[in-house]
């Protein structure tokens, strides 16, 4: 993996930026700490930061091919896993490869197929294309979002990068916000609205898009999207081409030139993952190193609720004498929780999922000591029906945002004038109608079936990326790629035309899953009760997060209070209220360290606030 960002100018010499069009290169060095390269001529600037995984040695960026009238150049962010069917069909064009990277690949492929070669690929990925002859820059993302891909559309360039950071970076882009980005950071956050930047005049290319740039101006299309069809597989010929779908998909992001680890929680989805990569190591004559994260003290304090009824350790252990993996648990502080609040806020650009992110980051450092590659079971629970709010009748035939039924609680936090400026509920029921209304369905579907094509279209574009970007920055700041096996577009294209009734078999959640794998799983974690993701349950965290906040509190100067009234979060550090906040990890502990990054938000990058 690797970060990629770049400017283009009919209008100004690129030379004589070209030190600010550096610094955008400068901040994704995280990203990419291997090798950095750049390419300019009169009107662009490409610059790259190197994560080095497939053919070290010839996969270099920017890479550049010439043909006797034209010269492309690509800078690439992502990995395909269809490399060697296109490699291929290439070859048969007549097309000859230099090296074996899946970057070249790419690039060949847009010279053979122009903007449909994205239709080809397999794969997580954000890449953009410089065309000499046409003048012209192709951008694209894959079609589950995987790897970001901002841009922003000035009156003299046009820039993008992988992050808000590289943008920001370029100096074009002031650091502001609108009454819009007040209300995604304060209804929506960590969520975001899928092509918002929140940053004035910062936008995304969203999943499943590409778009070009050039003397005419901007142009985006959408290349993909979910289309039910007519079902016809009985149940065990669906189990089976399930069972296919995971498993092709998880060797085939076992490739790499360098090593590759898994992530191990003791459930359903990262156990499925360990499993096949187990056993592929094991019959190679190596041993896969699978990585735990943990929280000290947490079976102190650890409490069953109907979200997380267990707690992970003991199906750890259960899964570490299953395998012939090397298991390595990374135990985390408190205090080291707290203090990360601060680094992925600058990770994401944004506030975020607060203690979610700041274990993943704690998390991912500690794996990069050991491996460049990890295999993580995110997006499992969209795909086949996971979550609660799939399963709840009342919750999944309430209009709007299943996780985050909170639109009134968040809005009493922001400053009166702003209220009477945002229409908080129609804000928020605005986005989630829209998504519904766009929502491909086949006709006489029953209510159920109707209502769950919905439930995943609205997982998969909103709930799910919140997830992906806190992966993909989490672990790229600190240079190590995760690869998200349920994220192959084949499984999400099956499973969105696959009934209810199939996924809800035997009436638990994944239940069609776990009929899938029952071969690679013992059947403690085979049936296990979903838990989410492994948070602290120390009381030392609220305590800590509230020490935080009132120094927030006790600076009267703080950005904070532009935009959220002091007296209500005077009344969020007393109050024992466990309102969610945003799924069913951020309660009060999370919603009073979302305000405490919110700050440092607004305080680090300076952000001016136009409403």
């Known amino acids: 993996m690797c970060g990629i960002a770049g400017a283009v100018s009919y209008t100004c010499p690129i030379e004589k930026d070209e030190n600010a069009f550096l610094k955008m290169q400068k901040v994704l060095a995280p990203r990419g700490p291997d090798a950095m390269g750049t390419y300019r001529e009169d009107h662009v600037m490409l610059v790259h930061t190197r994560l080095a995984v497939i053919d070290i040695a010839d996969g270099k960026q920017p890479m550049c091919e010439a043909t006797r009238d034209n010269l492309y150049t690509i800078v690439y962010n992502g990995e395909l896993y269809n490399t060697e069917e296109i490699r291929q069909k290439l070859s048969a064009l007549g097309y000859r490869f230099h090296g074996h990277s899946d970057t070249e690949v790419v690039l060949k492929a847009y010279m053979a197929w122009g903007d449909d070669c994205v239709r080809e690929f397999n794969g997580i990925f954000a890449f953009a294309i410089w065309d000499k002859q046409r003048q012209s820059l192709f951008l694209a993302r894959d079609r589950i979002g995987v790897k970001p891909l901002f841009y922003a559309n000035t009156e003299t360039h046009f820039l993008f990068g992988s992050e808000i950071k590289a943008l920001l970076a370029s100096e074009k882009i002031r650091p502001e916000i609108d009454l819009q980005g007040v209300s995604e950071v304060m209804l929506i956050g960590p969520g975001r609205t899928p092509g918002y930047g929140v940053f004035k005049g910062v936008s995304e290319i969203p999943p499943a898009h590409c778009a070009r740039f050039d003397r005419d101006g901007f142009r985006m299309e959408r290349y993909w999207e979910l289309r039910d069809q007519p079902f016809t597989d009985s149940f065990p010929e669906t189990v089976e081409k399930v069972h296919y779908l995971v498993t092709d998909a998880i060797m085939r992001q076992l490739t790499s030139d360098v090593p590759v680890c898994t992530f191990l929680s003791g459930g359903l989805d990262s156990s499925i993952i360990s499993s096949v990569a187990d056993r592929y190591f094991h019959q190679n004559g190596e041993q896969l190193h699978t990585f735990t994260v943990g929280y000290k003290n947490n079976d102190l304090y650890f409490k069953r609720s109907k979200f997380q009824p267990n707690s992970d350790s003991q199906f750890v252990g259960i899964m570490n004498d299953y395998l012939h993996a090397q298991n390595h648990l990374v135990e985390l502080d408190t205090s080291e929780l707290v203090s990360a609040l601060y680094n992925a806020v600058e990770a994401r650009d944004l506030p975020g999922m607060v203690d979610v992110d700041s274990s993943l980051l704690l998390f991912c450092k500690e794996i990069k000591k050991q491996g460049t ?206 309102q969610p906040w945003y799924g069913q990890l951020m309660t009060t502990p999370q919603t009073i360290a979302y305000f405490v990054q919110l700050n440092y938000w607004l305080e680090k990058y300076a952000i001016h606030i136009t409403v």
């Open 373 to 578: 590659v990890a295999l993580s079971g995110e997006c499992a629970d969209e795909i086949f029906g996971g979550y609660p709010w799939y399963r709840d009748k009342t919750i999944r035939m309430t209009d709007g945002f299943p996780w985050a039924q909170s639109t009134a609680y968040r809005a009493s936090f922001l400053q009166d004038e702003l209220r009477e400026k945002i229409d908080a509920e129609d804000y928020v029921y605005q986005k989630y109608a829209d998504t519904v209304r766009r929502t491909h369905k086949i006709e006489g579907l029953s209510e159920t079936e109707s209502r769950m094509k919905e439930m995943m279209k609205l997982n998969l574009e909103w709930f799910m990326q919140t997830l992906l970007d806190r992966k993909d920055r989490m672990s790229m700041y600190n240079g190590l790629e995760v690869r998200v096996p349920f994220c192959d577009y084949r499984i999400a294209e099956y499973l969105y035309t696959v009934p209810w009734e199939y996924k809800d078999y035997k009436h638990y959640e994944k239940g069609l899953l776990r009929e899938a794998v029952k071969d690679l799983l013992p059947e403690e974690i085979l049936w296990r009760k979903k838990s989410p993701y492994p948070k602290t349950h120390n009381p030392a965290y609220l305590q800590a997060v509230r020490v935080e906040l009132q120094k927030v509190l006790d600076n009267p100067n703080a950005p904070l209070f532009q935009i959220v009234k002091k007296s209500a979060l005077e009344k969020l550090l007393t109050d024992d209220k466990q």
